[in-house]
């Protein structure tokens, strides 16, 4: 911890009267040599393939590397490729993705692959105006899709990149803005090796989070995750579970289901709602009062 508070000290001494061009290479530079001597390795990072690159990307929305390592192997040998994901029956594409959470990017995923075998052949689309017509890819998930698939300079932020830019750029400030971050992103990129560079800056962000408290407090857009335990993101994560292992169930046969399981949030009135929400987002189909996986 002293070599990093040093090195961050040394930093915003340098950049009290502004921000340079020397600084920003001082910048680049501490984050290239932490990079060469401590860079994480991840399967994906080693097979950089599309699809791989759009796996991986969806599975760490919102998940830590850790969790998304486990899970990323078993992914790719039950669906290695575009077009076995686009045929896959969806009780199978969740019954993979337990135990991830979030499970409409199960879906999201399952979604765009389908797309991108009808409308684009198989291959992934290379350019973010392209990946963001994708379900659940947002600006930013478009950029570094198309970073880390293609080494093309996309601008794009995310939470360990935010952080690092953060501690050194704004440590005396608070509601940050990601405008202001992204700003000097793009001064910084690496334009010849962007998926490096993008590579480098997350790593740089572990180290930051694993050893300071957490600069992303300081932004605008901090949010606390809410509690998981007892919540309605379980009640439909238990739901999809349940159906994942049956044909089909109704309200009531849901209710004793979670009654044994002592899921308290589980009642007739809640279940319903839920079911509901499910059909309409596309996760499941409705035949008389039996509910399964579409």
Known sequence: MIDLENTLTQFHILIRNGVTPYSLRRFVSIIKKHYNRHGRAFAWRSD???????????????????????????????FPNMESLAN????????????????RRAIALKSSAEIIVRDYGGALPRHPEELIKLPHIGPNTAGSIAAFAYNEPT???????????????FHDKQ??????????VEKTLDTKHPRDWYYALMDYGVLLKKTLPNPNKKSKHYARQ??????????????????????AQTVSGLVR???????TQANKHTIQKNLNDLVHEGFLIKTKNNYSLK
């Open 48 to 78: 950089t393939g599309p699809y791989s690159i759009l796996v991986s990307e969806i599975m760490l929305q919102q998940t830590q590397t850790s969790r998304v390592s486990q899970k990323y192997d078993e992914w790719m040998r039950a």
């Open 88 to 103: 896959a029956p969806l009780k199978q594409v969740l019954n993979v993705w337990q135990g991830m959470g979030y499970n």
């Open 155 to 169: 601008i794009f932020i995310e939470t360990n990149i935010r952080s690092v830019f953060i501690a050194f750029f």
């Open 175 to 184: 509601e940050v803005h990601d405008k202001e971050i992204l700003s000097l």
């Open 226 to 247: 809410s509690t998981f335990k007892g919540s309605n993101r379980e009640l439909r994560g238990a739901i999809l579970r349940a159906l994942s292992t049956t044909h």
């Open 257 to 263: 289901v979670f009654n044994k399981q002592k899921l």
